[in-house]
């Protein structure tokens, strides 16, 4: 082995032994304990009304324009996803359209996953997305691309999305229960729901406000969207060499 190859091995090690320190010492936050005995029976409640035990995968989904983040889980690895729950988004920032620079005030579209947890966020707790992704890098304005996009509480924003105190309670402590189970959390952002009626709405928006350029963006967005739609199994996706999402 390289002594490249072996720096690094030894770093994702450090970053992996670190990931799971910071999920292990989560309950000696305050909030987060607090959040157990206001949440946990309203949890419990949710997945058996939905028919889920212990889910073994979750999966978020938000809608901008809709104003919407939905909660996917399944307790079996081969089955399909449930929707259990859809979230309102209570303040939006920005507009349709990916996010490409610092300082935009756009909340990003594409597939994210979830890479932290902060229990003493400045907007109560806080689910952190991997925003600027591969694709973001590649085609934002670099070097100012922005960073730190949380799914978070209270009702205000710049680039985030925000879902109150109350209920960021409640799907923090579900994406931090089911953390050691899956590998990572996927969030699919999308501008609005891709199906026909939307695209349509989409490409009219576009050529009104002469951002015809983000139509191209928004259909690649769309079978990844529709993948999910017509199997509820996540689809694979990779990013190439010029940013473009596709399924693989």
Not at 35 to 53: H, S
Not at 57 to 68: N, P, Q, T, V
Not at 128 to 155: E, T, V, W
Not at 162 to 185: C, N, W
């Amino acid at each position: 082995m390289t002594k490249r190859r072996r720096l690094t091995l030894l770093i994702l090690l450090l970053l992996t032994v670190s990931a799971f320190a910071q999920i292990m010492h989560q309950d000696q936050h305050a909030r987060v304990r607090e959040a157990r005995k206001r949440r946990t029976a309203a949890i419990e409640a949710l997945f058996k009304e939905t028919q889920i035990g212990a889910p073994r995968e979750i999966f978020l989904r938000a809608f901008k324009l809709d104003d919407e983040l939905e909660l996917w889980a399944r307790d079996d690895l081969k089955g399909p996803f449930k929707r259990i729950k859809t979230y309102p988004i209570c303040m939006r920032s920005g507009e349709i359209g990916p996010k490409r620079r610092q300082g935009d005030g756009q909340v990003p579209e594409g597939i994210y996953k979830i890479n932290r947890y902060n229990p003493r966020s400045s907007f109560h707790l806080s689910l952190g997305l991997d925003y600027p992704n591969r694709s973001d890098q590649i085609r934002g304005h670099k070097p100012a691309l922005g960073n730190d996009i949380f799914i978070h509480g209270d009702c205000v924003t710049i680039g985030c999305i925000p879902i109150t105190d109350e209920l960021i309670e409640e799907l923090y402590l579900i994406a931090l229960d089911v953390h050691g189970r899956q590998k990572a959390t996927p969030v699919h952002i999308f501008p609005t729901r891709l199906n026909e009626e939307g695209m349509n709405k989409l490409i009219a928006w576009a050529k009104e406000n002469k951002k015809e350029d983000l139509i191209d963006f928004w259909r690649e967005l769309q079978p990844i969207y529709k993948a999910f739609e017509e199997t509820k199994h996540l689809p694979k996706v990779k990013i190439a060499k010029d940013g473009k999402y596709s399924l693989k």
